[in-house]
């Protein structure tokens, strides 16, 4: 079951008629956070050019203080994106340690040393910034996989490097460590599925950790160690699919984790091969 939610999240016929942009520095991607940061950012420009000159100005008086936050830093000077990503910081670390019972708004501001107020401007509250924690935890962990596979992929000298780094996916899939992201990945894409903005921010990490792999295996093409008649982004799905799913293989003591690997091996051997004379390497 939870193979299939990532395929739904990642295959949309739409997509194909009508592909999103791609995110490049100078444009950032529209998360909903993001919105509601270029929405903040409309209204101090409307707020400003709309102000009366007849009316004093709060800040602009030297008998009244600027409001600084719990650092001492000025209000109106700070990054609204910094102060986003401070408190994400500080959320997906209790998420990480304590689940949703560690988000609690007074707690998260005063560690992010912002006010209560800032966060649910930015969050839109305690569920806004749960949902916001559990993407981004997501995300990273996401980040990580993909920024390991395409840095063996470009490090590898021969295809038995290259077979060599996947049967270590393979095996370490069934490390104690990593059976703790499979079913964070699997709480998050759960409780997307009652939360619009988690199944947004889900959808886009999703979009990301697939368009990363994609690349990989592009790449391993152009080296001769992939079969060319295979898509990758259907290739991609598939092996997150078996990786992913091996959540059910968590819950059955009776399953012979060789003989999953083995399976998981073979699967993988339809697609990963070596073009004729390189298997043996330089």
């Given at each position: 079951?939870?193979?299939?939610?990532?395929?739904e999240?990642?295959?949309?016929?739409?997509?194909?008629?009508?592909?999103?942009?791609?995110?490049?520095?100078?444009?950032?991607a529209?998360?909903?956070?993001?919105?509601?940061?270029?929405?903040?950012?409309?209204?101090?420009?409307?707020?400003?050019?709309?102000?009366?000159p007849?009316?004093?100005?709060?800040?602009?008086?030297?008998?009244?203080?600027?409001?600084?936050?719990?650092?001492?830093?000025?209000v109106?000077?700070?990054?609204?994106?910094?102060?986003?990503?401070?408190?994400?910081?500080?959320?997906?670390?209790?998420?990480?340690?304590?689940?949703?019972?560690?988000?609690?708004?007074?707690?998260?501001?005063a560690?992010a040393?912002?006010?209560?107020?800032?966060?649910y401007?930015?969050?839109?509250?305690?569920?806004?910034?749960?949902?916001?924690?559990?993407?981004?935890?997501?995300?990273?962990?996401?980040?990580?996989?993909?920024?390991?596979?395409?840095?063996?992929?470009?490090?590898?000298?021969?295809?038995?490097?290259?077979?060599?780094?996947?049967?270590?996916?393979?095996?370490?899939?069934?490390?104690?460590?990593?059976?703790?992201?499979?079913?964070?990945?699997?709480?998050a894409?759960?409780?997307?599925?009652?939360?619009?903005?988690?199944?947004?921010?889900?959808?886009?990490?999703?979009?990301?950790?697939?368009?990363?792999?994609?690349?990989?295996?592009?790449?391993?093409?152009?080296?001769?160690?992939f079969?060319?008649?295979?898509?990758?982004?259907?290739?991609?799905?598939?092996?997150?699919?078996?990786?992913?799913?091996?959540?059910?293989?968590?819950?059955?003591?009776?399953?012979?984790?060789?003989?999953?690997?083995?399976?998981?091996?073979?699967?993988?051997?339809?697609?990963?091969?070596?073009?004729?004379?390189?298997?043996?390497?330089?």
């Amino acid at each position: 079951g939870a193979a299939v939610v990532v395929v739904e999240l990642s295959a949309d016929s739409s997509d194909e008629l009508h592909p999103a942009p791609t995110p490049t520095s100078a444009t950032p991607a529209m998360t909903p956070a993001r919105m509601r940061l270029d929405r903040r950012r409309e209204r101090m420009v409307t707020s400003t050019s709309d102000r009366d000159p007849e009316q004093p100005q709060l800040y602009e008086s030297a008998s009244v203080s600027e409001p600084k936050d719990r650092r001492g830093d000025s209000v109106r000077r700070r990054d609204p994106a910094a102060t986003v990503r401070r408190i994400l910081d500080v959320a997906v670390t209790r998420f990480d340690s304590d689940g949703p019972d560690g988000i609690v708004v007074t707690r998260i501001a005063a560690e992010a040393g912002v006010s209560g107020g800032a966060i649910y401007h930015h969050f839109s509250g305690r569920s806004g910034l749960i949902a916001a924690a559990r993407a981004e935890q997501f995300r990273r962990t996401t980040d990580r996989d993909v920024a390991e596979i395409l840095q063996a992929v470009r490090t590898a000298e021969s295809f038995r490097d290259f077979e060599e780094f996947n049967r270590l996916l393979v095996r370490r899939n069934r490390a104690p460590e990593r059976m703790t992201a499979r079913q964070q990945r699997v709480a998050a894409l759960a409780a997307a599925t009652d939360d619009v903005e988690t199944a947004l921010e889900l959808r886009e990490a999703q979009r990301t950790l697939t368009d990363g792999l994609v690349t990989a295996i592009d790449e391993a093409r152009q080296q001769g160690w992939f079969d060319p008649g295979v898509d990758a982004r259907a290739w991609a799905v598939l092996v997150q699919g078996l990786f992913l799913g091996a959540v059910l293989a968590d819950l059955d003591d009776r399953l012979d984790d060789d003989r999953w690997i083995e399976l998981v091996e073979r699967v993988q051997a339809l697609a990963i091969r070596p073009s004729t004379g390189d298997a043996a390497g330089p």
